[in-house]
């Protein structure tokens, strides 16, 4: 198993650009979520989705929208980049049921916003 | 709310002696704790996690943590550290209750392990 994977590792964006961070997950796993890292501080969840067709919002969602078509893939998209949202991007997903069961992370998207 | 505060931002320890990471988390009610160590340019990785039964929790790579409700704390120890263990840890807390079951993190404390 692959677990999660994230593209692109790294990217730079013009301000007003928009770009498609790309998540897949192959475990089955119902629940996927988007957070951002900025330096200094913990991660801040984006967006989050249940199950396929399903998506909510989460601590900071403006900026950002998101789809789920399948169980596999959860992508982020940013609309019109802003110098705020430089930050490093993780994807994490996990099977549904108890909110113990562990978040398996991707490697992550280092995103700058020039 | 929940919330979790990791009081050191840089921790320095010798390689071989013990390590002990503070976390205090903020919730109504018994919570699920957790620990992630994120290696530089990796993703994070579970270290272990509370939910219920025994405070005492021992999780990968010789790590092990305890959950105080009185103190509201969950620090994470290590009795002799590697070089290894260099990396960033986080704490995090998640909720019973919320239909997310998202996570919320602190800002991490980051160790710094000398030959």
């Known amino acids: 198993n692959a677990g999660v994977t994230q593209t692109p590792k790294f990217r730079i964006l013009k301000i007003g650009q928009s770009m498609t961070l790309q998540c897949a997950q192959d475990m089955n796993h119902n629940y996927m979520y988007w957070y951002r890292q900025d330096p200094g501080m913990g991660l801040k969840l984006i967006y989050y989705?249940?199950?396929?067709?399903?998506?909510d919002k989460g601590e900071v969602p403006n900026g950002y929208n998101v789809s789920r078509s399948t169980t596999e893939d959860f992508p982020l998209r940013l609309e019109l980049a802003a110098p705020s949202q430089t930050s490093v991007y993780f994807c994490?997903?996990?099977?549904?049921?108890?909110?113990?069961?562990?978040?398996?992370f991707g490697p992550g998207t280092r995103l700058t916003v020039l | 709310a929940q919330s979790v505060t990791q009081p050191d931002i840089h921790i320095t320890v010798s390689e071989g002696a013990s390590l002990e990471l503070r976390c205090n988390y903020s919730y109504g009610a018994t919570p699920y704790l957790f620990w992630y160590v994120q290696s530089p340019g990796q993703g994070l990785q579970l270290l272990l996690k509370?939910?219920?039964?025994?405070?005492l929790v021992q999780g990968i790579k010789g790590f092990e943590a305890e959950f105080k409700r009185s103190q509201s704390s969950f620090n994470l120890r290590k009795p002799s550290v590697h070089w290894s263990d260099a990396a960033e840890y986080f704490c995090?807390?998640?909720?019973?209750?919320?239909?997310?079951?998202?996570?919320?993190f602190g800002t991490g404390t980051r160790l710094t392990v000398i030959p």
């Open positions: 994490a997903s996990r099977l549904a049921g108890p909110s113990y069961n562990e978040q398996f």
């Open positions: 995090a807390v998640g909720a019973k209750e919320t239909g997310a079951n998202n996570l919320f």
């Open positions: 509370y939910f219920s039964g025994d405070t």
């Open positions: 989705s249940v199950g396929a067709g399903i998506t």
